[in-house]
């Protein structure tokens, strides 16, 4: 299956195809800032038909992928969203899942290009488990829209066009990255590596991204989320990054943030906002000062905290 499966909305009047990941929808139609206050308002939708969308089917699913992954899934009530995540027996993040249970089966969109290994880890886990798995990208397309917070739509790919018509305006990715930055919201493989934690870039605890679960079962990866949820101090933090407007450029992903002399962290997601100007999100190394200006290939860069680099159990001042 072509990982990149090319939204019929790039045929609409203005609309510009996306590179690199977000091949295959559009990156704006024709005004990027205005696509921006349009959603910042409440209004439009965005095209997000390039992500991967894998089905659980079966009467064992939630207790099946409660086992395997970080949220409490048992139990699920049918149209709640939730965020879970696969990770690696050392604690690092494999897959993000962003899914739903319709009270037959668990729908979850993924990374444009990942749906596939994620169906062949997840069949490869089933043993005696009463689930199927299919990878259902060409079926169904995912869709975002700003009201009520932020919800995701999973559409029929061939009505995508109607839903289009009765959501717009369109608004492009480039828009959509903008303000997801700016919300100091992760992106699985853009703003994390393969020694990604959750702890370290705030899928973890109450915040609005949170991916794990506290209080459940064991998990693969869970003993390094524990230990670091207990003890505090994950290595690195995700931060929001102010970058100097001075020059009509931003730094390209993997970009190193220079602190000293020396590295301390690296660049992920960049965009320019249309508040905030060119901002980023990176992360830095714990002890890096969060009043120290850093420098992204040759721009000053300043810090606003996403994750406290003490955050852990042992900060809170009431341990019950």
Known sequence: MDPHP??????LPDAV????????????YGSFNGEQRTLAAGNGFVDLSHRGVVRV?????????????TQQLEGLAPGLSVITLVLSP??????ALYGVD?????????????AADLVAWLDRMRFLMRVEVTDVTSELAVAWRPAAGGRHDLVPRDQLRAYAAAAGPACGTWAYEALRIARGEPRLGHDTDHRTIPNEVGWVGPGPHSAVHLDKGC???QET?????????????LTLLHLDGSENRLPAQGTPLVHDGRQVGVVGSSARHHELG???????????????????????????VVVDPEVGLHVRPDLR
Request: proline letters at 9%; hydrophobic letters at 35%.
């Open 278 to 304: 060119p901002i980023a999100l990176g992360l830095v190394k714990r002890n890096v000062p969060l009043a120290a200006t850093l420098d992204a290939d040759g721009m000053p860069v300043a810090q606003e």
């Open 57 to 69: 089917e079966g009467p064992d699913r939630l207790t099946w992928l409660h086992s395997l992954t």
């Open 90 to 95: 050392q604690g690092h993040v494999e897959h």
């Open 225 to 237: 989320v524990a230990r670091v949820h207990t003890l505090g101090r994950p290595p690195r933090r």
């Open 6 to 11: 090319r939204s019929p909305l790039l045929d």
């Open 17 to 28: 195809d996306g590179e690199g990941a977000d091949a295959g929808v559009a990156a704006h």
């Open 219 to 221: 998990y693969r990866g």
């Open 102 to 114: 319709d009270g037959t089966a668990f729908t979850a969109h993924v990374e444009p290009g990942r």
